[in-house]
């Protein structure tokens, strides 16, 4: 199975802050990644998809980019709504597999 | 509205069964692909289970492999997932979603864009 490995494992960051997660794959997966967003208590929310394409209703804030092995998540301008874990997800082949996600905290 | 709602989740004891079940409504559920999530104890989200549209084609992780079943009902708008031989290990929050494809560029891609709320398992004497 194809391992994904996002770094940090967890980000202090403030209100405003760019705050940049990385997420890399064990072997190329072409631009077949996605990233969510999740709450405490709550399921997961898409926020791109093909690596870089927003979907619908997510923030202009948020972008990715990245292909082959090595991605990135960024927050241009920190939300209070945003603290949140992050993770990443290959879709190039099965199983599918997630990072280990990625935990924005208040600073 | 477009909704996923499990149920059946709860506790059972370690080799036993369980049989969970998604929802959906809102909308047309035979064009989409659906896939199972779970997500144990304060750990991070693992893929477990997706099927096809039609049902012919189905994928699993390697760890539920030969004791989890994924299936679904089409005239009811229904997803499952049958759990034998269940170990601690399989004790997770269940969640379902609905795979959504996209074509960008001339090429597909792969997405889950809608979710339910989960569904607790609990495997424990």
């Known amino acids: 199975a194809i391992q994904m490995t996002q770094s940090p494992s967890s980000v202090s960051a403030s209100v405003g802050d760019r705050v940049t997660i990385t997420c890399r794959a064990s072997q190329g997966i072409r631009s077949d990644l996605g990233w969510y967003q999740q709450k405490p208590g709550k399921a997961p929310r898409l926020l791109i998809s093909?690596?870089?394409s927003l979907q619908s209703g997510v923030p202009s804030r948020f972008s990715g980019s990245g292909s082959g092995t090595d991605f990135t998540l960024t927050i241009s301008s920190l939300q209070p709504e945003d603290f949140a874990t992050y993770y990443c997800l290959q879709d190039y082949t099965y199983p599918r597999t997630f990072g280990q996600g990625t935990k924005v905290e208040v600073k | 509205e477009v909704q996923l709602v499990e149920s059946g989740g709860g506790l059972v004891q370690p080799g036993g069964s369980l049989r969970l079940s998604c929802a959906a409504s809102g909308f047309t559920f035979n064009s989409y692909w659906m896939t199972w999530v779970r997500q144990a104890p304060g750990k991070g989200l693992e893929w477990v289970a997706n099927?096809?549209?039609?049902?012919?084609?189905?994928n699993y992780v390697d760890s539920v492999k030969g004791r989890f079943i994924i299936s679904r009902d089409n005239a009811k708008n229904s997803l499952s997932l049958q759990m034998n031989s269940l170990r601690s290990e399989d004790t997770a929050v269940y969640y379902c979603?609905?795979?959504?494809?996209?074509?960008?560029?001339?090429?597909?891609?792969?997405?889950?864009?809608?979710w339910g709320q989960g569904t607790t398992v609990t495997v424990s004497s």
């Open positions: 099927i096809k549209d039609d049902g012919s084609e189905k």
């Open positions: 979603a609905r795979d959504l494809s996209l074509m960008i560029l001339l090429r597909w891609y792969d997405a889950m864009d809608v």
């Open positions: 093909a690596a870089s």
